[in-house]
């Protein structure tokens, strides 16, 4: 077993030389825990407090039904939109948070669907993903598929390396995300949209795991459609609404079946007979779940004191310590690295299998280092660059290999409904 080459005393410092680190004053993080699940559930802004506050107090309790109007509730799906844009490489006018990734994800694969069916290569009818994406998003392909019948179906491919293959002259629509949920693997947007609209395929992007996490242009890849959430690592809070991203180029054709009254062109006439909303207004369906809504407002805001260039070099520093340091202190144990370490193939989580992954995480979770457990045995560790510090990586490896060299874990620890 080698020593490592960084001791807790160089963390420490790189935490004094780090620019993002006034942003961790900015969530309010329980003492004595070490936080590596912002890929699942973001830490809270300490501000979302307060505007839980104004929104039930003052905007619903004081202000009532007026608050659609004078606190601009209606708009906000659009108003967050713009203000989450610059973190995908959006235009302000292409973005609305709404629903949930699964529905958001029917609503583009539907409409990316009839897009393509319309262009010069229709009649094709298969949708490809990988079989290892998140199932919510096999699910809602299948579901769509089926649905359509007439022979639409979803192909499953098993690796990357097999990906180009699998967008053949059947392929109608491309479905990735693009962040792994389970080995943080990030794929080359860029080259892969390129390959699907040169073999006649539309291409939605899930960035469940990417938005708030790496750098994204959609615009310069020229992606179709994509979507993602904000309670990730935008720390919107659980369960806040979702986004969608519909490019400019596609709005004017963009449509799905969910076409509930707020996509329509004026959901207030409460006329008869359907009239989509221009632009991303058509993306949305029905009334939203206001008071998580306006949360999201405050994950967002702190991205706007940094910029995603400045995350993604920390997020690379923390995940290479961390990566460095079980490597390093816990070579003994049977561990296996799941993501890659080429930086661009990688996000901002690190995962490890360990046969016992399940029962050790339960132990690192009973000792305020917090991460979280995929079948089939993953420990899955997300790095906040916002509020990660250097010293809270060093301190988790430790208690891992605490752990580790001791057994200290219970391999028949009953499992919660969520892991
Ligand atoms: C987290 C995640 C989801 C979650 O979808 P919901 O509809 O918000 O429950 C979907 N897809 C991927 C890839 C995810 O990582």
């Avoid at 209606?74 to 610059?86: E, S």
């Avoid at 390129?194 to 310069?220: E, F, Q, T, Y």
């Avoid at 076409?259 to 369906?285: E, K, N, Q």
């Avoid at 993501?339 to 979770?365: D, K, N, W």
Wanted: with cysteine; charged share 20%; proline share 6%.
């Amino acid at each position: 077993m080698s020593e490592p080459s960084i001791t807790r005393a160089d963390c420490v410092l790189r935490d004094a030389d780090d620019p993002l680190a006034p942003l961790r004053e900015r969530f309010d993080l329980p003492a004595g825990v070490i936080y590596l699940d912002g890929n699942s559930l973001g830490a809270r802004p300490r501000a979302a407090l307060a505007r839980a506050q104004e929104v039930v107090a003052r905007e619903w309790g004081q202000d009532l039904i007026r608050s659609w109007n004078t606190a601009g509730w209606f708009d906000l799906p659009k108003r967050l939109g713009q203000r989450l844009a610059p973190l995908l490489g959006a235009q302000p006018s292409e973005v609305a948070v709404t629903d949930t990734t699964s529905l958001n994800l029917f609503k583009a694969l539907a409409a990316a669907v009839r897009i393509q069916a319309e262009g010069p290569q229709s009649g094709r009818r298969v949708l490809v993903t990988e079989r290892s994406n998140f199932p919510t998003d096999i699910y809602m392909a299948e579901g769509l598929a089926e649905w359509l019948g007439r022979g639409y179906r979803v192909r499953l491919v098993d690796s990357v390396e097999e990906l180009p293959a699998a967008i053949d002259q059947e392929c109608a629509v491309v479905m990735l995300t693009h962040v792994n949920y389970r080995t943080g693997y990030q794929h080359d947007m860029a080259a892969l949209t390129r390959h699907a609209h040169r073999s006649g395929a539309l291409i939605v992007w899930d960035l469940a795991h990417s938005a708030g996490a790496v750098p994204l242009d959609l615009n310069a890849a020229q992606a179709d459609f994509a979507v993602g959430c904000t309670y990730k690592y935008l720390n919107g809070g659980p369960g806040s609404p979702a986004f969608i991203w519909v490019p400019q180029r596609h709005q004017a054709r963009f449509a799905h079946p969910l076409t509930g009254w707020w996509s329509h062109a004026r959901p207030f006439a409460m006329a008869h007979g359907f009239a989509p909303a221009d632009g991303i207004g058509r993306a949305l369906c029905g009334t939203q779940p206001v008071v998580s809504l306006a949360l999201v407002e405050c994950g967002l805001e702190i991205f706007e004191e940094t910029s995603m260039d400045a995350v993604r070099a920390k997020s690379l520093a923390l995940t290479d310590l961390f990566i460095d340091l079980v490597e390093a202190t816990c070579a003994g144990h049977p561990l296996g690295l799941v993501t890659p370490r080429e930086h661009a193939r990688r996000g901002s989580q690190v995962g490890f299998t360990h046969p016992h992954g399940y029962a050790v995480m339960a132990a690192l979770i009973a000792r305020g280092v917090i991460g979280d457990y995929r079948e089939p045995e993953i420990m899955r560790f997300g790095f906040t660059p916002l509020y990660t510090r250097f010293v809270d990586v060093w301190d988790a490896v430790a208690v891992l290999k605490d752990i580790l060299d001791r057994e200290d874990y219970d391999v028949a620890a009953e499992r919660g409904a969520v892991t």
